[in-house]
């Protein structure tokens, strides 16, 4: 027998942005009676809707989604948090007799969820967190690769939330950030959605002006007029970043959404990067591929 086999079931589907996870988790979950929990780190905050690629209730399909839109944009929501709603999401659906499915492009929040992993156990330390607020995000790379060079190499070089609490666990604990512990609960099943890079840079253009078709730049200006500064909108990147820009007439828009462009292209890469890592990971173009690997699974 397995050590698997009496271990709950989970599916997790993971990918770059703008490949499609959304659209599969719905169509898997519809087959196999599964509920989604969203495992986007950006997804998490309120009004943060059209930036993130936040799916519609039409798109659910009638589908439970969890862990959307469960934090204000003003206050910081770490991993630890997540971790805590996602088990107790995870419970609540097991418990109805569900398949949870795990869906997102953030890693962390994957291993989060299903593996059990021991974060720090550093608090958020105020005062040390202002002084590096003050530094640009070169600085602040720079500062983790002399302090905690293992860490400096799998970080998101330009998230300056991420290397802001690196920098913090081992300014505080005066140790380099631990390797992260893994204890599994779950007989996991990963499934990838590849695209092929010229394809990816297609859907993530055509994306791009969908959003501000519909709406994205007013939805950012509203975030900042209804108190959410406009270097809390810069920290969140990507959209939230050059849009604010945009706003503060900084950049003309042209350059805006060449620039976005390029750092979301670059993120998907940084995703691929991560996901690569990951033997687990069953890679699929397409429903189909998908459906075949969860029957052959048990699903």
């Not at 809707?49 to 439970?64: H, V």
């Not at 998907?268 to 029957?295: G, P, S």
């Amino acid at each position: 027998m397995s050590p698997n086999a009496q271990k709950p079931k989970i599916i997790v589907i993971l990918g770059p942005t703008a490949s499609g996870k959304s659209d599969l988790a719905v169509k898997l979950a519809k087959k196999i009676n599964g509920e989604i929990i969203s495992a986007d780190s950006r997804q998490v905050y309120r009004g943060m809707d059209i930036g993130t690629g936040k799916i519609l209730k039409k798109e659910m399909a009638g589908i439970s989604h969890h862990l959307l839109s469960i934090a204000s944009p003003k206050k910081q929501f770490s991993v630890s948090q997540y971790q805590k709603l996602a088990n107790q999401a995870i419970k609540r659906i097991l418990k109805k007799g569900k398949t949870p499915i795990i869906c997102g492009g953030t890693g962390l929040y994957i291993d989060a969820a299903i593996d059990n992993v021991i974060f720090p156990d550093v608090p958020p330390n105020r005062q040390l967190r202002k002084k590096l607020e003050k530094l640009t995000v070169a600085d602040l790379f720079e500062k983790l690769k002399k302090v905690d060079p293992r860490r400096a190499r799998s970080i998101d070089r330009n998230n300056p939330r991420r290397l802001i609490r690196a920098l913090e666990i081992v300014l505080v604990s005066k140790r380099p950030v631990p390797k992260i512990k893994k204890q599994r609960n779950y007989d996991v099943l990963k499934i990838g959605v590849r695209r092929q890079p010229k394809k990816l840079k297609e859907l993530i253009k055509k994306r791009l002006l969908k959003r501000i078709e519909t709406g994205m730049i007013e939805e950012i200006k509203k975030l900042h007029e209804q108190g959410v500064s406009w270097k809390r909108l810069f920290d969140f990147g990507l959209e939230y970043r050059w849009v604010s820009l945009y706003l503060q007439k900084k950049i003309p828009q042209a350059k805006m959404i060449e620039e976005l462009t390029k750092a979301i292209n670059d993120y998907a890469k940084r995703q691929m990067t991560w996901f690569k890592r990951d033997k687990e990971i069953l890679w699929v173009n397409d429903y189909k591929q998908a459906l075949k690997i969860t029957k052959t699974r048990g699903y």
